[in-house]
Structure formats: C-alpha cells, structure tokens
C-alpha cells in the first residue's frame, strides 16, 4: 500500500529516515515550512530555508523514491515579530510561484495574539491571489478557542472552507472542523497529540471523509513512520483497505491537487532512484555503492 504523510518536517530528519520511510511503503510527503526550534532574526534566513525546502530536500527525498512537495508560509511563533513578519510576508509571494509549493502554510495560531491574527489573514489573501490552499496550524494551548476562532476567521473573511486544512485536531475539535466544511488533519505523535489507538476510534466514528493523518515529525521526540503505523493500526482493528487508502493516500491527494501543481499521474509513480545524481555538488551517500533504478 503507497502512503502519503502530508505533514513532515524533513530538513530536521536524517537522511536515515528517508531509508525507512521508503522502506515502510510512504510514497510521497509534503513538508510545511515551520519553526527551527529558535527564532530567527533576519529575513535572509527565511530566504535560505524556503530554498532549501524547494531544492535539497526535494532532491534527498527523491534519492529514496519518495515524492516531496512543500507548504510556504510564515509561521505563527514569529509571527509575533513585527519587523520581521512585514519582511518575511514581502518575500513570501516569490517563493509561492515555486514549483512544489502545493500550498500556504504552515499559518495560524500559537497564543492567539493579535499579531497571529494579523498575520494569518494576510496569508489568507496571499493564497487566496495565487490560488492555493492553506495548511494551518491549531495551537497547543486553549486548541479548541484557536480551532474555532481559526473557522470564524476563515468564514469573515470568505475564504473556501474545502481549500483549508485545519492541522492537529483532536477528539474535542473534529467535529467543528468537518462540520465547517474544511479539511481535518491528525499529527499522531509518541506521546502526545494524537495516538494511533485514538485515531483509529475517530476514523470508526466519523468516517474517512475529508480526514488526514500524519507524523507531524521534526526536531523533537516525534516518528516519522507514525503514518504507516496508523494505517497498520486501522487494518488491525479491522477498518477496511479501501478506507486506510482514503486516508492515507487518497485524501491528501485530493486535497493538495487543489493547487493545480500536484500531477496526478506522477504523483501516482515512483520517484525513479539515482544515487549517482548530485545536488550543488553534494550527494547522499558517504561511499556507500549508488542504488540506480532503471
């Protein structure tokens, strides 16, 4: 079974993790520009990441057969940065023309301050101007007050809720999110978040309608093969193949073709291997022998 983990933070990831993920059947992945763990303070540091997510991690990703495509966006941690927000929002349509970039993202909220609001409205237009959806990010804190104020501001201001998908939901805010109408996305995580016993029972509850998961991984105590995981999880507890499909691959396609610059019929192959292949002079591989695929 091919699988789709639609939220993947690779550029904290080891190239290791490609191997096993490829291994484990994920086909495709996309990855939301996020925060580094710091915050930054110059406006050419967003610069050079957003080039990096659009180059080199696209080329590591295809070195193991795996598909990758990208979110760009300001996220909402820095979002509180005034000086540095108005520069990185400046910077942010360039890199939205890119190819790869299936969406806006990852935007929203972490303490629901008005600087977020600011912030994640003009994010809003800038998709709403290039005509992607939007990836958004729930906060840890007060979840469902930011899940609905998220649904409020998306209904004031017009944007199509079936071109949203509202990221780390829970039990508590599911509902709210398909009852929008919008996208609902689930980061199942080692021990936090969301887990593959309760993601199960949701699925078994609400069905596979408009429903994602995926590992949310990065630089913390995170599992880049919660996706397979999941989808082992659901097929033991006796949910059928055609729904783990849905979930796992069919609803993240569905969603992120809504770009226009996610190709169907490549998507459905594998990225062909060439290990001999180079990217600004660099390689993958420290002298281990180049897997080539025909």
């Not at 996220?75 to 890119?98: I, M």
């Not at 909220?109 to 005509?131: G, I, K, P």
């Not at 007050?145 to 201001?157: M, P, V």
Request: hydrophobic share 45%; with cysteine.
């Amino acid at each position: 079974m091919k699988l789709f983990d639609p939220h993947i933070h690779m550029t904290s990831r080891t190239t290791d993790d490609y191997q096993a993920m490829a291994a484990a059947g994920i086909a495709a992945i996309v990855e939301p520009a996020f925060w580094l763990g710091q915050p930054r303070t110059h406006v050419g540091s967003f610069e050079d990441y957003f080039g990096s997510l659009l180059g080199w991690e696209r080329f590591r990703a295809q070195q193991f057969g795996i598909r990758h495509l990208s979110t760009i966006g300001l996220n909402p941690k820095e979002a509180n940065n005034p000086a540095l927000a108005e520069g990185v929002l400046a910077l942010l349509p360039l890199h939205l023309e890119k190819p790869g970039v299936v969406a806006v993202g990852e935007i929203g909220f972490d303490d629901q301050t008005e600087a977020e609001t600011r912030v994640f409205v003009a994010q809003l237009e800038l998709a709403r101007a290039h005509e992607l959806p939007i990836l958004v990010h729930t906060p840890h804190r007060d979840k469902k007050r930011g899940t609905l104020y998220t649904l409020e501001l998306l209904r004031r201001h017009n944007f199509p809720m079936e071109l949203a998908l509202i990221d780390h939901n829970n039990e508590e805010t599911l509902p709210h999110v398909l009852e929008a109408g919008a996208w609902a996305g689930h980061s199942i995580y080692p021990n936090t978040k969301m887990d593959e016993g309760r993601m199960v029972a949701l699925v078994q509850k609400y069905g596979t309608a408009r429903i994602l998961v995926n590992s949310a991984a990065d630089w913390g105590v995170s599992d880049p093969l919660k996706v397979p995981k999941t989808a082992a999880a659901m097929a033991a507890a006796g949910i059928s193949e055609d729904a783990i499909v849905q979930v796992c691959w069919n609803n993240p396609v569905e969603f992120f073709a809504q770009s226009g610059r996610l190709d169907l019929a490549t998507v459905a192959t594998r990225a062909v291997v060439d290990q001999r292949e180079l990217w600004e002079g660099n390689s993958v591989l420290r002298g281990q022998a180049p897997v080539i695929e025909d």
